[in-house]
């Protein structure tokens, strides 16, 4: 923890910050470990404050030992003494997390106080969020006990789906067996999606019937301790028709492809391309609407971004899924999604289910 706060530090000068207010729940946890719903971080080069409400201020002294933890009271007095004491005056804040209304509110309350007439507020975005796409070795190890339990859900459950079950009864299957696998939770809604459901990159179960024959399409991610995993696999009960042997090659091969050729240096775009350009040969670019991945972590989203027009560049300990998917309407879809880790060879995937 105290490596990330040291590298978001190093990050002020560029802005010119002497402080910033952190108050991302992601981005809080991150840097101090601290998992209460409530709170935030004043962090200067000298001082580290976690503030919180008396809810969570015993629970904040042990899970974030390297801050100072201050209980907040109704009002922003808490803040203002603290920039008063820190005598800082340029302070970031998270542009893309805080809302309007607190924005104006702490606005007003550095105005009315006496002696912060030098103190302004800085709007920065995604300081944190690119500091998180790089993965230390104990997030990988709490990453991949989430990848771990999906990857045995997927495992598990699939060979006991049969016809005539609804999609909403798999989603429970499946999120039972995460966490019979250690999930604390689940990291999203879970997506079981049958036949022509599947034409919808984000179908929520419901309670279609699911029938022989068809593609069924189930993207699901466990939690632990934080962490997400995100894992798509498409399968069918009984045979296939022509059509899904034709479709789940392609996009296997795409996936593959995309895969086993990644390296660091490449752009999120030029990654995304390495998939895309194998479905638009086959004939279905126009089939394939999202992203290629994206990356995940302490949230199922976040960054690095891969996809058309991404512009970061991919680098060593980064982590994101790989899912390309072709989807026909009326038909139904494909999508195999995989998440994996860059080193400086390549990838790795870490989940490991069957495709
Ligand atoms: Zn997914
Ligand atoms: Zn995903």
Redesign the pocket.
């Known amino acids: 923890m105290k490596e990330r706060v040291t590298r978001l530090v190093a990050h002020l000068p560029e802005k010119e910050l002497d402080a910033i207010l952190i108050s991302s729940p992601n981005n809080r946890r991150y840097l101090s470990g601290f998992t209460g719903s409530a709170g935030y971080l004043f962090i200067t080069p000298q001082r580290q404050v976690l503030f919180t409400d008396s809810r969570y201020t015993e629970q904040a002294g042990n899970e974030s030992p390297q801050f100072e933890v201050i209980r907040t009271e109704p009002g922003l007095g808490w803040l203002t003494d603290a920039l008063k004491d820190t005598g800082v005056r340029r302070v970031g804040f998270e542009s893309d997390v805080m809302t309007v209304a607190s924005y104006n509110r702490l606005l007003d309350a550095i105005k009315e106080e006496e002696g912060l007439g030098g103190t302004s507020l800085i709007a920065t975005f995604g300081i944190t969020d690119e500091l998180r796409a790089f993965k230390d070795q104990d997030e990988l190890a709490q990453l991949q006990k989430a990848i771990d339990a999906s990857d045995r859900a997927m495992e598990t459950v699939c060979p006991a789906i049969q016809a005539g079950m609804t999609e909403r009864e798999v989603a429970w299957r499946m999120e039972a067996a995460m966490r019979e696998f250690g999930a604390d939770n689940i990291s999203f809604g879970t997506?079981v999606a049958a036949g022509p459901n599947g034409a919808m990159a984000h179908h929520r179960a419901d309670d279609t019937v699911i029938r022989a024959g068809e593609p069924i399409v189930i993207?699901?991610?466990a939690r632990v301790n934080g962490y997400c995993s995100?894992?798509?696999r498409t399968v069918v009960v009984g045979e296939p028709d022509e059509m899904f042997h034709k479709i789940y090659n392609i996009v296997l091969g795409a996936q593959l492809a995309a895969i086993n050729t990644v390296r660091p240096g490449l752009t999120g775009e030029e990654c995304d391309a390495l998939s895309r350009d194998i479905i638009a040969d086959a004939g279905y670019g126009d089939n394939f609407g999202h992203s290629l991945g994206h990356g995940v972590g302490l949230a199922v989203h976040e960054s690095p971004r891969v996809g058309p027009r991404a512009e970061n560049v991919l680098r060593p300990n980064m982590v994101f899924?790989i899912?390309p998917g072709i989807y026909l309407s009326g038909w139904g879809g494909v999508r195999i999604?995989d998440i994996v880790i860059l080193g400086e060879d390549g990838a790795t995937a870490l989940s490991k289910a069957g495709k």
Request: glycine share 10%; no cysteine; aromatic share 0%.
């Open positions: 997506i993207d699901m991610g995100d894992i798509t899924t899912e999604e």
